[in-house]
Nanobody, 115 residues
Framework: QVQLVESGGGLVQAGGSLKLSCTAS????????MGWYRQAPGKQRELVAG???????NYADSVKGRFTISRDNAKNTEYLQMNSLKPEDTAVYYC?????????WGQGTQVTVTP
């Protein structure tokens, strides 16, 4: 079993910054992919950013230039630095990993951006 623990969400004004963290624990041999999804009320869950074990990174067009994903392999931890936040970034953010062929989700953390 793998557990994902997220932290770093909260309330921030437009233009502000937040940094999300997600640490994976449990029986893990190799994490092939780490990513962040988000889901706003009434909308589908969408991929915000992802980083593969080889270092390839992709971002949703809506966050390019504002968000930065990174990972610390030694700690099985990923981060999402979010700058220049906009009200439309308001959502529940979920940590997601693919480890040893299985998919795992975090519990979600709320990010609210006020105008």
């Amino acid at each position: 079993q793998v557990q994902l623990v997220e932290s770093g969400g909260g309330l921030v004004q437009a233009g502000g910054s937040l940094k999300l963290s997600c640490t994976a624990s449990g029986r893990i041999t190799s994490i092939n992919f780490m990513g962040w999804y988000r889901q706003a009320p009434g909308k589908q869950r969408e991929l915000v950013a992802g980083i593969r074990s080889g270092g390839d990174i992709n971002y949703a067009d809506s966050v390019k230039g504002r968000f930065t994903i990174s990972r610390d392999n030694a700690k099985n931890t990923e981060y999402l630095q979010m700058n220049s936040l906009k009200p439309e970034d308001t959502a529940v953010y979920y940590c997601y990993i693919i480890a040893d062929g299985y998919q795992w989700w975090g519990q979600g953390t709320q990010v609210t951006v006020t105008p």
